[in-house]
């Protein structure tokens, strides 16, 4: 079973930027590809950015070029650096993770999720 919990979300004007953070714990943290998801209100959830077992990364294309995934296995924490961030960015983000390859950024791919963190962007 795998444990996971965001934190760094916030408000912040458009242009800012805002790092989120997903500590996970309950296994091997290494074996597991990892994602980013966020639901913005009134819509479906959506797949942001995802990370691999073996560090290789996919984007959604609303979001490449300005956030970067990334994992530190020794801290069992995975972290989505947001700039240039858009009035658009604001959702609910979640982090989620599937044990092995990614295979893209489908929900209903990943079994484990947290509790999310709210994003808002303000114009």
């Known amino acids: 079973q795998v444990q996971l919990l965001e934190s760094g979300g916030g408000s912040v004007q458009a242009g800012g930027s805002l790092r989120l953070s997903c500590a996970a714990s309950g296994d091997t943290y290494s074996r597991y590809c990892w994602g980013w998801f966020r639901q913005p209100p009134g819509k479906e959830r959506e797949g942001v950015a995802a990370?691999?077992?073996?560090?290789?990364?996919t984007y959604a294309d609303s979001v490449k070029g300005r956030f970067t995934i990334s994992k530190d296995n020794a801290k069992n924490t995975m972290y989505l650096q947001m700039n240039s961030l858009k009035p658009e960015d604001t959702a609910m983000y979640y982090c989620?993770?599937?044990?092995?390859?990614?295979?893209?950024?489908?929900?209903?791919?990943?079994?484990?999720w947290g509790q999310g963190t709210q994003v808002t962007v303000s114009s």
């Open positions: 990370i691999d077992p073996d560090g290789s990364t």
């Open positions: 989620a993770a599937r044990f092995g390859s990614c295979l893209g950024l489908m929900s209903r791919w990943y079994a484990y």
